[in-house]
């Protein structure tokens, strides 16, 4: 019998949000942030977008955390010209990668590592 195994977040919306943001800023992708930021004030302006964020961010999986930010951006868009070529692909993929680091309790290794791999000077 195979099992699938889908961790569970630990923490509450506000608690999810400060660690979010903690990992955004510590690998230094304001980017990211601000289009985190950008759905926070859309969730306090719109009780039903809330409520998705709230859903996506305590239980949701990276196809729910692409729809929740698809207000702001298309993760299916063509390449443009100049680097980022992705930009909004690759913050929402940052983004639902330190979730599933929040969820698997492993977010300063995480940090770690991505600091390691693309910040170093």
Request: proline fraction near 3%.
């Amino acid at each position: 019998m195979t099992t699938s195994y889908k961790p569970t977040n630990p923490y509450s919306l506000d608690g999810t949000l400060e660690q979010l943001r903690h990992y955004l800023a510590a690998v230094n992708r304001t980017d990211a942030l601000e289009l985190l930021e950008t759905a926070i004030t859309k969730a306090e302006e719109d009780e039903i977008y809330a409520q998705r964020m709230e859903s996506a961010l305590l239980c949701g999986s990276t196809v729910e955390c692409r729809s929740l930010f698809s207000d702001f951006g298309d993760y299916w868009a063509k390449t443009r010209n100049v680097f980022p070529y992705y930009p909004h692909h690759d913050n929402v993929n940052l983004i639902d990668s330190a979730m599933h680091h929040i969820k698997r309790g492993c977010v300063e290794e995480a940090i770690e590592f991505y600091n390691g791999m693309h910040n170093q000077r």
